[in-house]
Nanobody, 120 residues
């Protein structure tokens, strides 16, 4: 089992910045990928950014150039630096991890979510 705890959400004005953090803990063999999803009001959940254990990153087109995902494998932690925030970035941001247990089976795990609100 993997437990994910997010922090860093809040209220910010348009153009501002926030940094989200997510720490993974529990019993697992390895984490192949970690990342962030978000779900805005009345919208479907969408993938914002991912980071593999090898450092490969991917981003939602609408956040490219504004958001940066980074990962500290030694600390089982990922970060999402969000700059130039827009009101449309308002959402609950969820951390996820694609991790293997000690039998080698992979599963997806989710954090509880952290609210990001961008005012215009």
């Amino acid at each position: 089992q993997v437990q994910l705890v997010e922090s860093g959400g809040g209220l910010v004005q348009a153009g501002g910045s926030l940094r989200l953090s997510c720490v993974a803990s529990g019993s697992f063999l390895s984490i192949a990928a970690m990342g962030w999803y978000r779900q805005g009001p009345g919208k479907e959940r969408e993938l914002v950014a991912t980071a593999s254990s090898g450092g490969t990153t991917n981003y939602l087109d609408s956040v490219k150039g504004r958001f940066t995902i980074s990962r500290d494998n030694a600390k089982n932690t990922i970060y999402l630096q969000m700059n130039s925030l827009k009101p449309e970035d308002t959402a609950v941001y969820y951390c996820y991890a694609h991790a293997a247990n000690y039998r080698g089976s992979y599963a997806n795990y989710w954090g509880q979510g952290t609210q990001v609100t961008v005012s215009s």
